[in-house]
């Protein structure tokens, strides 16, 4: 079973960043943007040159920051990794920067500053949980690639837990979720109580185990995140058990914003991770959306949008450029309870988003008792 998960998935990754990639480039190159990023890992440290964290699991939290170099040449929903590193700032993303944080204040204190340097209108935060076999560098620039495309200037926040990196570790990856939640408890609350005026918090397959159990855990403690009015959820291609989903979903209570789910019914590697967990769904390959809306959730389903890679399990990458129009859309369109409101919602969301559906994708937005489709 696992070497058929591996067939499947391993056309998606088969070059793939080695411990090195993140060794800083010195070379200049022309009609660059750079992407600064902050992280916080429950990783060890590691000797490696150019690798700052390794796959091993730390007992305490840690921090760090990194600047990253986004070629002119790329595109969207993609990473131009580099054939060697530090690679060609033409044509690659390469590393400016990268270097630790000495201890949580002072990565209290980065946020700040760097909130701080943005405009009042652009002093937003966007939180990335990287899932299932990811090594550090690979959720270092997928987030930078997110950050890059959507064009936001939303600061963009890191959280890696200690993922092996390798196919056939799933169970050790699961268990390092469960060792990640305080770690998260406490991230989420420093964006929470920063200077940031939204929070928009992003994990993704594996990641949103993670996330969800420690939202579960801070609503238990009497903290529960989801009432905080600066904080938006979406949880892309969750790979949870859906009967686990239903029952903790229903725990958080009251939400200011609803959650957000992105779905694709031909998601292999879900298809995979159903078989190894005895047949039962997961939420991220769900075939019936209602059974998500019922449960107060909104459902954005790109079953028809076509994959960049083997798996079509990272399909959300490619909606990152419109991001902010859907989530603004989105949020505005819940509030209206027919499918002719959302859709004259969602047709303001701009240009670009509506050139997006019209020429690209069959996107499908569900919300509770309401169903829009858009082309």
Known sequence: ????????????????????????????????????????????????????????????????????????????????????????????????????????????????????????????????????????????????QIAADSKARRLPVLFTWASSGKLTNYIYDTNSVTIARDGLERVLIDLANSDAKRVTILAHSLGNLLLLETLRQMELKGNGLLKNKKITILMASPDIDIDVFKTMITSLGYRAHPVF?????????????????????????????EELTNLGVVVIDLSNVEGQDGSNHDKYTQLAQFGPQLIAALQRGTKARSKQSIGGRLGTAGRSFNEFLGNTANVVISTPGTVGSTR
Request: hydrophobic share 35%; with cysteine; charged share 25%.
């Open 1 to 144: 079973m696992l070497l058929a998960l591996a067939a499947a998935v391993l056309a998606a990754c088969s070059s793939r960043p080695g411990p090195d990639a993140l060794q800083v480039s010195l070379e200049e190159g022309q009609g660059t943007s750079d992407v600064h990023l902050l992280i916080a890992t429950t990783r060890a440290r590691t000797d490696t040159p150019h690798a700052l964290f390794s796959s091993e699991r730390s007992q305490e939290l840690d921090f760090a920051s990194t600047t990253i170099s986004i070629p002119p040449t790329h595109e969207p929903g993609k990473i131009q990794w580099a054939s060697s590193p530090p690679g060609d700032p033409n044509t690659d993303f390469v590393v400016r920067q990268a270097s630790y944080i000495d201890g949580e204040a002072a990565f209290r204190q980065q946020i700040n500053s760097e909130i701080a340097k943005r405009s009042p209108e652009r002093r937003d935060a966007l939180l990335f949980i990287h899932g299932y076999n990811t090594r550090f560098s690979e959720g270092v620039f997928r987030l930078a």
């Open 261 to 289: 789910v992105l779905v694709s019914r031909d998601d292999r590697a879900l298809r995979f991770s159903r078989r190894i967990a005895g047949g039962k769904d997961r939420v991220g390959g769900i075939e019936n959306d």
